[in-house]
């Protein structure tokens, strides 16, 4: 799959011209560049840079640097969130915000008392948008890459799609049969890929929770506040971020 990081295959200099060319061009693309634009671009010993889009011709561009960026571009911890698909705009919003705290991939789902993406999409179709809407977000951020937004799909599948993370996160309101987020991140400090789960307005259900603990997700509790769908994600992925990611 092609990746929406631009990379370059050599050391790059300040206030100098490169040409981006096949695979590299192809990555600018997916970013819907124009003339004029600022891109993130790395370089060979994935130091970060800014650069400004001078020509762009159809297979092609050519772009002056002209900053270097203190810090890595990439995330060290890659975070898939798993959204259960929330009613009305929240949707959008959640990418959003996901987007600007660095997630990797967005796994949106349908969960037991979840409205489905037929139901939702009945008075405006909106799942079109989520592309656009990280494309936007990860412009405004400055990030190197866009995160991926899988196909909507059911709790099962999204369960599956969590199997390559070390870490695995099922938000729980029920403090008696959850562990604290705290504790158990502390016990995970040196983790590179997690997988974060966040019910609907209603919450999971008992039956979700067993399937989840079998595919190796940890119960967990935020406290004694019960938070808004919208709200979760970006209370976790903050913390997340703080804690293992690129948040000092």
Not at 147 to 167: N, T, W
């Amino acid at each position: 799959m092609l990746k929406s990081q631009i990379v370059l295959n050599n050391n790059i200099q300040l206030n100098q011209n490169y040409e981006l060319s096949g695979e590299t061009f192809q990555s600018l693309l997916l970013w819907e560049p124009h003339r004029g634009e600022i891109v993130s671009i790395q370089d060979i010993s994935s130091e970060s840079f800014r650069a400004r889009i001078t020509e762009l011709a159809s297979e092609k561009a050519i772009v002056h640097v002209f900053d270097r960026r203190k810090t890595a571009g990439e995330n060290k911890v890659k975070i898939m969130l798993h959204q259960a698909l929330p009613e009305k705009e929240r949707m959008e919003w959640i990418i959003q915000k996901a987007t600007e705290l660095g997630v990797h991939t967005i796994v949106p789902f349908k969960s037991q008392r979840s409205i489905s993406l037929e139901q939702r999409e009945q008075k405006q179709k909106k799942a079109h948008c989520w592309p656009q809407i990280a494309l936007r977000a990860a412009k405004q951020c400055r990030r190197p890459d866009i995160p991926r937004i899988l196909p909507f799909c059911s709790f099962q599948e999204s369960l599956h799609f969590a199997q390559p993370s070390q870490v695995r996160i099922f938000l729980w309101e029920k403090p008696s049969d959850a562990a604290n987020l705290g504790d158990l991140l502390h016990k995970n400090l040196s983790a590179e890929k997690i997988s974060l789960m966040i019910g609907p307005e209603g919450g999971f259900s008992d039956q979700e929770l067993v399937l989840a603990r079998q595919t190796g997700f940890n119960p967990v509790h935020l406290g004694p506040r019960i938070l808004r769908t919208e709200t979760v994600p970006v209370v976790v992925l903050s913390i997340l971020q703080f804690m293992l990611g690129d948040i000092k």
